[in-house]
């Protein structure tokens, strides 16, 4: 029970009053933030959520509204279609995202590390006397040859063709 200030009469308070109004906001906007990254996919990945046909339906003509105002109004439409999802369906959702996404994000780890292993390569004879000593199965005469072109194509400003031909030299090996 509850006392009102101004009259002090007694005001019955309901137990259960469910979310706030803020709350319910702050769920839909969520909601629609999620839709908005499902619109970012490609289709090869949106496929791959475990979605409802409708909304992939909804999803995959994100990407055909060209107006500004009708995209805004499109992605307030999304939050509410997955308004009707509940818990556990977001929860599939957001794990299947986290899964496409990490793995982007390895990649990328991945390249950037193969980027700067060839710029070594190119810059400093030791790192490739290193990597023979790691490698002796790789062909040596082949990375030498590639390694040489590479500083020769830097130093004359030429098209970087060896630069990347050791680029996909190092993914090939596995590195």
């Known amino acids: ?34 839709a908005e990254v499902l619109a970012a996919l490609s289709s090869d990945a949106l496929k ?7 909304i992939k339906a909804a999803i995959a003509e994100t990407n055909k509204i060209k107006s500004f105002e009708a995209i805004r109004r499109h992605k307030q439409y999304l939050g509410k279609l997955m308004r009707f999802l509940d818990a556990e369906e977001l929860d599939a959702i957001q794990k299947r995202l986290d899964a496409i996404q990490g793995v982007s994000k390895a990649e990328t780890t991945k390249l950037h590390f193969l980027e700067s292993y060839r710029d070594r390569l190119i810059a400093n004879d030791e790192v490739f ?47």
């Open 1 to 34: 029970m509850h006392i009102n200030e101004k009259n002090r009469t007694p005001k019955l308070v309901e137990a259960d009053e469910g979310p706030s109004k803020s709350e319910l906001k702050r769920q839909m906007t969520e909601r629609q933030k999620l």
């Open 129 to 175: 006397t290193k990597m023979i000593e790691q490698y002796p199965d790789m062909d040596i005469q082949n990375m030498r040859t590639l390694i040489r072109n590479a500083r020769k194509e830097k130093e004359q400003n030429k098209p970087p063709k060896a630069y990347r031909e050791i680029f996909r030299v190092l993914k090939d090996m596995g590195l």
């Open 48 to 54: 791959t959520i475990p979605l409802d046909e409708a």
